[in-house]
């Protein structure tokens, strides 16, 4: 198997653990099926992209229409899972997107709204969702100027989502 092979590679190398996170959160699947329970096993740690973020009201209209609901019992339910299963859950918390290039797509695009008041929510409630022994928060996205999904500081909203992780954390520490 690759992925033992290759832990034991950089034990061998490194006289260290590797600790793999996959990408396998989904809202498509279900983390109490057995098929999907054997791709969550392969890793130490499984997150998401972009907390499910979907552009495509085609296929994705259902779960934006209430996403940050939604969002929730998908991170809720393989946290659970995940636990059961030993391993670790590390949610993703997006601040949601500058919708200035609307008029750049070709086709209609769900953007999740940039609002720092739910940024705020958001990472609260991811927090509450963490499992294992490892306090884990992943944001997508810090720096992606080019999506306007940043949480780096810009001249119209200075350090507003900074302070909202710091202030949040600061709580749970």
């Known amino acids: 198997m690759l992925l033992r092979d290759m832990r034991n590679n950089v034990k061998n190398v490194s006289g260290e653990d590797i600790y793999l996170i996959s990408s396998e959160v989904s809202k498509w699947f279900n983390p109490s099926d057995l098929i999907t329970q054997t791709r969550l096993k392969l890793f130490d740690c499984d997150s998401d992209w972009a907390a499910q973020y979907g552009g495509s009201p085609k296929s994705d209209n259902w779960f934006m229409g209430n996403y940050d609901e939604n969002i929730l019992t998908v991170y809720k339910n393989y946290s659970y899972v995940l636990g059961k299963l030993g391993r670790d859950f590390m949610p993703s918390v997006i601040p949601g997107f500058m919708d200035v290039r609307k008029e750049g797509y070709k086709?209609?695009?769900?953007?999740?709204?940039?609002?720092?008041?739910?940024?705020?929510?958001?990472?609260?409630?991811?927090?509450?969702?963490?499992?294992?022994?490892?306090?884990?928060?992943?944001?997508?996205?810090?720096?992606?100027?080019?999506?306007?999904?940043?949480?780096?500081?810009?001249?119209?909203?200075?350090?507003?989502?900074l302070q909202v992780i710091y202030n949040t954390l600061e709580r749970v520490s």
């Not at 490892?134 to 306007?148: F, K, P, S, V, W």
């Open 107 to 161: 086709n209609e695009h769900i953007i999740v709204e940039r609002n720092v008041e739910r940024f705020a929510k958001r990472l609260k409630e991811a927090l509450s969702t963490t499992s294992g022994d490892l306090l884990l928060i992943r944001i997508d996205t810090a720096n992606d100027h080019h999506e306007n999904t940043q949480i780096e500081p810009t001249v119209s909203e200075g350090y507003r989502f």
